[in-house]
């Protein structure tokens, strides 16, 4: 506060202007750190919104809006502080009826007051968040100070500040009309058969719940039914009628490839907003929203935060926040120790909580190539459940084994000529060396010469669609509860066949691997227990790898039985 003290040091800004410090944007855990309020020249009123960091140095990032930087007790990403600001600006004008009814301008900026040098965090990769909100270091508090004159000039006794502190909170029209928009016409969310009944029904329970009614809606459904475009379908809905919605995710692949596929553009949009992590909602208020839409349920966590240190339980936070809180799940993609989301755990809190519970499920197929007896094929095969499908005789699906990491690649290439729907994934067995090095490669098979990247240090959440991440392997964390037309999979050691008996090894996980973390403590306390974890875990991520294509799988067994074992079974 000491620097924005010295700031408004200045007799031509009045002392009657509204001063908010550390505002809590409402339905969010988003805190705005400075809002300065009042009129410009013509009397117009204004809020100046100013997000200050003390940060002293960023790197630039292949990702977008997003700068590396030392934060928490170690050199994370993070978003750069011009599109932060901006995005808290876009927040209030789409959410607040006081801001966009009331014609309150929003100006953001950023203040960074230690940081010197006009180095990466001022580079052209910024600067269309730059414009939209400017950026001022240390040696720009005049600028700083000139730049909030423009918009207060004279004071507002309060007024601006106070309509934005109890302004109603609802989706604007211009959001709404944004969003129908989009949607219209983009057949990727299209809707058929049980998903345009499910998706009626979730509509019919949320406008129907309130704070003495609360609704949770439970629905099932394996790969490829549609869970994910019920959802982006809901939400599109729900706020075009003036319920303020959220779709929630675990992981932040799917919130941030589906915001891609509505909106055309990998550069982040006002509509980023909608869509948030399930951790969001340690604090929030009962009843804040109107609808919660949680996809890939499954994944959730007891707690949340960096170091899993704050809330209760993700499911309990969830329901507590919405009157109506919708919950798409398949517990065959639990792929973490720490992966919460059952349908009995749900139905736990939703009693806890007094909400009345619906239950639903997808199945008609539309991954793989609408052959359920794939999918039935392939839980046979994995032994994770005995089906009537002991082979692929008869299945319209393109399964093939190849005998090298090379014909994988070339395969997974040839493919994704056609319209980028095409990727290379491995199972978790490879340590993440080029995060540190970046000329160093963390998948290697020196017999067949052949070295490629994890995917998680440049294009991040949207590595599922970026047409440079086909030379980059993905993991289970960017393409879970997503989708392309082939999949190239690499088994790695961590799942082997001997006998005829699908077995799983923990041990040949990588080190940077955490979704099996504290399973040796485990195993000391219940040793049957945990290895029964261990194994739907590791087999359930294959499972889910060996899924994410709609035309085609094409595998590659490190093992040499384990390849034998699936070239029989086919």
């Known amino acids: 506060m000491m620097y924005m003290e010295n700031v408004l040091k200045d007799n031509e800004i009045p002392e009657d202007c509204g001063v908010m410090i550390e505002y809590q944007i409402p339905q969010t855990a988003k805190r705005i750190d400075f809002i300065l309020t009042g009129q410009n020249d013509k009397k117009i009123d204004h809020a100046v919104i100013v997000e200050l960091k003390q940060w002293e140095f960023a790197e630039i990032t292949e990702m977008d809006g997003i700068v590396s930087t030392f934060v928490g007790k170690a050199i994370r990403p993070e978003p750069h502080p011009s599109y932060q600001a901006w995005s808290y600006a876009s927040l209030l004008n789409n959410f607040n009826e006081a801001v966009y009814s009331g014609n309150i301008q929003l100006k953001p900026c950023a203040y960074l007051h230690n940081y010197k040098e006009r180095d990466a965090i001022v580079d052209n990769f910024y600067s269309e968040y730059i414009k939209k909100a400017p950026l001022f270091l240390r040696n720009d508090s005049l600028k700083l100070r000139s730049f909030i004159k423009r918009f207060v000039k004279y004071g507002d006794k309060g007024k601006v500040m106070y309509e934005i502190e109890s302004g109603r909170i609802r989706p604007s029209k211009g959001l709404a009309d944004s969003l129908e928009g989009m949607l219209r016409g983009n057949q990727e969310f299209v809707m058929v058969d049980d998903q345009k009944i499910v998706y009626e029904r979730a509509l019919h329970l949320a406008k129907k719940s309130s704070d003495r009614n609360k609704k949770v809606f439970i629905i099932e459904g394996g790969p490829g039914t549609g869970k994910s475009v019920v959802a982006i379908n809901l939400l599109v809905e729900l706020t075009k ?36 992590g399930s951790g969001s909602f340690v604090n929030a208020e009962e009843n804040v929203f109107d609808t919660l839409i949680v996809d890939e349920a499954h994944r959730l966590n007891e707690r949340s935060g960096l170091y899993a240190n704050l809330g209760e339980n993700q499911i309990k936070e969830l329901i ?11 517990e065959d993609q639990k792929v973490t120790f720490k992966d919460i989301g059952e349908k009995e755990e749900i139905i736990k809190w939703a009693k806890m909580q007094g909400a009345d519970i619906y239950e639903d499920s997808l199945v008609s197929q539309f991954r793989c190539n609408g052959s359920d007896g794939y999918l039935a094929w392939l839980d046979n095969a994995l032994q994770i459940r005995e089906t009537a499908n002991k082979t692929l005789q008869g299945i319209n699906f393109d399964f093939r084994i190849v005998d090298s990491p090379n014909k994988l690649r070339d395969l997974i290439f040839e493919k994704n000529k056609i319209n980028n729907k095409a990727r290379l994934v491995a199972g978790y067995c490879w340590d993440w060396i080029s995060k540190k090095d970046k000329n160093l490669h963390d998948i290697e098979f020196p017999e067949y010469n052949f070295r490629m990247k994890w995917n998680l240090a440049t294009e991040g959440s949207l590595w599922i669609v970026s047409p440079k991440s086909i030379n980059e392997v993905g993991c289970i964390h ?8 082939y999949i190239g999979v690499i088994v790695g050691k961590d799942m082997i066949v001997r006998d005829g008996e699908v077995l799983v090894d923990p041990r040949e996980r990588a080190k940077t691997d955490a979704s099996l973390k504290g399973y040796k403590k485990l195993l000391e306390e219940d040793e049957k227990a945990t290895k029964e974890k261990v194994r739907k875990i590791i087999k359930n991520t294959y499972r889910t790898l060996m899924t994410r294509g709609m035309k085609g799988c094409y595998v590659y067994f490190v093992d040499k039985e384990t390849e034998d074992y699936f070239r029989s079974s086919v």
Do not use: M, W
């Open 320 to 330: 507590n926040a919405a009157k109506c809180t919708v919950f798409f799940i398949d």
């Open 241 to 276: 009628q003036k319920l303020v919605t959220q779709y929630v995710s675990k992981n932040a692949a799917p919130r941030t490839v589906y915001c891609n596929k509505l909106t055309g553009k990998h550069k982040k949009t006002e509509i980023a907003n909608l869509f948030t």
């Open 478 to 485: 960017t393409c879970q509860g997503l989708e392309l037309d």
